[in-house]
């Protein structure tokens, strides 16, 4: 998986937006859940949204419920996350991440040691 930040990078002032794509190589999004996990220094690892690439259907943590959108683009293997209203709390290391088979999509805080693709890190500091 390779991920990448919009054309300001992962610099953003509170309440500005940020878009985070994640585009996949060597496999097909047939039948994945795709999406983001964060971790913020001295943190726990929280599932941020996925999308499942067989019906476009979203989940989202309760944190960034209303202020993130998830979307995909199957043909470019692609998944956009555009995260609005962002708040210094959402400062954290954004990966994204892709499992094949995941039986409800409001597992995927809990399934973060089963995904099969990871990508790197992306940055992103929200200032005050």
């Known amino acids: 998986l390779r991920s990448a930040a919009g054309v300001w990078g992962g610099l953003v002032q509170a309440g500005g937006s940020l878009r985070l794509s994640c585009a996949a190589s060597?496999?097909?999004?047939?039948?994945?859940?795709i999406g983001w996990f964060r971790q913020a220094p001295g943190k726990e690892r929280e599932g941020v949204s996925c999308i499942s690439s067989n019906d476009g259907t979203t989940y989202y943590a309760d944190s960034v419920q209303g202020r993130f959108a998830i979307s995909s683009d199957n043909a470019k293997n692609t998944v956009y996350l555009q995260m609005n209203s962002l708040k210094p709390e959402d400062t954290a290391v954004y990966y994204c991440?892709?499992?094949?088979?995941?039986?409800?999509?409001?597992?995927?805080?809990?399934?973060?040691?089963?995904?099969?693709?990871w990508g790197k890190g992306t940055q992103v500091t929200v200032s005050s």
């Open positions: 991440a892709a499992v094949q088979g995941l039986p409800q999509l409001s597992l995927w805080n809990w399934y973060s040691y089963g995904m099969d693709y």
């Open positions: 060597g496999f097909t999004f047939d039948d994945y859940a």
